[in-house]
């Protein structure tokens, strides 16, 4: 393998072990007994098992901005529903990682991890002003969006862990909790969206 390679083989091995296993309790022996490398070659590429976390995290963010692109064609409501749905296929295919990134005091959630994070939240945030053509947003609105996307992440989360509603509905909740949130702050600052409801 050439070293490019060889360093993405040992970030989608850390990812499937993270599908079974906490990323907190992932050893570097996990690893490379997976990998089938040795502890020397893994530290050829990463200084230790926090670098890794970033590298696969920035894997997954990656797979998770392609997926929740939005791409233009249809009614807003219905690319806002798309994307929700592959936000929530990406989340439920690293279901353990996604968990220990956003929970508090996880071991993998650092500051450098933390900044993907808050990328991914930024991206769904600037999608969400071009498709609704929110060109210059008011304070309340960037809240309101940013409020919402926290909203996704808690649902998510609650949802991976109990799994209380199924997946169609909570996709259709979390769509319409924006348009109601959109709603209420449109009454507030006389701004016009096309989520909101009339």
Request: with cysteine; glycine share 6%; net charge negative.
């Amino acid at each position: 393998m050439t070293p490019e390679r060889r360093r993405e083989h040992l970030i989608r091995v850390a990812i499937e072990i993270y599908g079974q296993v906490p990323p907190e309790q992932v050893t570097v022996d996990d690893v490379t007994r997976a990998a089938d490398v040795s502890r020397a070659l893994f530290y050829r590429y990463f200084p230790g098992l926090e670098q890794l976390h970033v590298a696969a995290l920035g894997s997954i963010v990656a797979e998770m901005i392609e997926r929740i692109s939005m791409p233009a064609g249809g009614s807003v409501t219905d690319q806002l529903r798309n994307a929700v749905e592959e936000f929530l296929g990406v989340v439920e295919r690293h279901a353990a990682a996604y968990v220990a990134l956003l929970r508090s005091g996880s071991v993998i959630s650092t500051d450098r991890t933390d900044a993907i994070v808050d990328g991914v939240r930024d991206h769904i945030v600037a999608l969400l002003r071009e498709r609704a053509g929110i060109t210059d947003p008011s304070p309340l609105t960037l809240m309101t969006l940013r409020g919402w996307v926290a909203l996704v992440e808690g649902a998510s989360l609650t949802w991976l862990q109990e799994r209380a509603v199924p997946r169609d509905e909570l996709v259709t909740w979390l769509c319409d909790q924006l348009a109601a949130m959109l709603t209420v702050t449109s009454l507030r600052d006389g701004s016009s969206y096309p989520l909101a409801r009339p």
